[in-house]
């Protein structure tokens, strides 16, 4: 996406939604700057912090740290958005008391996933691991099952690849993002196996959204 130059594109969606990171001004151009909902992960839920896209800090060629904003505590001035947007964290090891506890003070609605989502992103890539290692879903899978069943439309920007715009790692030994944008394209062809499905009800929702992820809409 980088010299794409779609973030007026983006900006014009009904609904935005951002996941892990917000974009910075350096980055607008490309990304837009518009959000309407931050969907974060554990450290974000935990930390009470929100991660910005920038260059990472390195020290002896390691990751040491990410940008980030505090949005949870008395030096919540600071963060980059604005009231009306909504933050939801993934399912991963923060209950809501925990959650209630540290973003008590923000000045934005904070909720979490759904147990019961969170199952069924991990059942999914539990059945497409093919390894001796569980696959774990990414927090866009997260996002996407959240979601999904929500849109009568979806467009996935930035669900392509395997390299981020601003070197933050996306593969490890639990996460696969290249599985994730093949179980996406399965969805798009119409060609996600029966048994793949954590429920009945995912399958018969999931596919009413018209899913993209660069070319026309596509029935799936």
């Given amino acids: 996406m980088v010299g794409g130059l779609l973030g007026a594109k983006i900006d014009d969606h009904d609904t935005i939604i951002r996941i892990n990171r917000l974009t910075t001004f350096s980055y607008v151009d490309d990304f837009g700057s518009r959000t309407d909902i931050m969907f974060g992960n554990h450290y974000e839920a935990k930390t009470g912090t929100v991660t910005l896209m920038g260059e990472i800090d390195m020290q002896n060629g390691r990751a040491r740290d990410y940008p980030s904003a505090d949005c949870s505590s008395k030096h919540r001035a600071q ?23 540290k973003w ?3 000045k934005f609605q904070v909720g979490l996933q759904h147990h019961n989502i969170s199952l069924a992103a991990k059942a999914v890539m ?6 001796n290692v569980t696959l774990k879903p990414s927090t866009g899978m997260h996002a996407f099952f959240t979601f999904a069943p929500l849109c009568d439309k979806m467009t996935m920007y930035g669900f392509t690849g395997e390299e981020t715009a601003d070197g933050h790692s996306e593969e490890s030994s639990h996460h696969s993002v290249s599985t994730e944008h093949s179980f996406y394209r399965m969805i798009i062809a119409g060609t996600v196996p029966r048994s793949l499905w954590p429920s009945k009800w995912y399958r018969i929702h999931v596919p009413r959204c018209k899913l993209k992820m ?3 809409y596509v029935d799936a």
């Fill in 126 to 131: 539990a059945a497409l691991s093919d390894t």
């Fill in 104 to 106: 008590k003070k923000a």
């Fill in 214 to 216: 660069g070319g026309k």
């Fill in 79 to 101: 963060c980059p958005v604005e009231e009306d947007v909504v933050f939801v964290f993934k399912d991963d090891g923060s209950s809501s008391k925990q959650l209630k506890k």
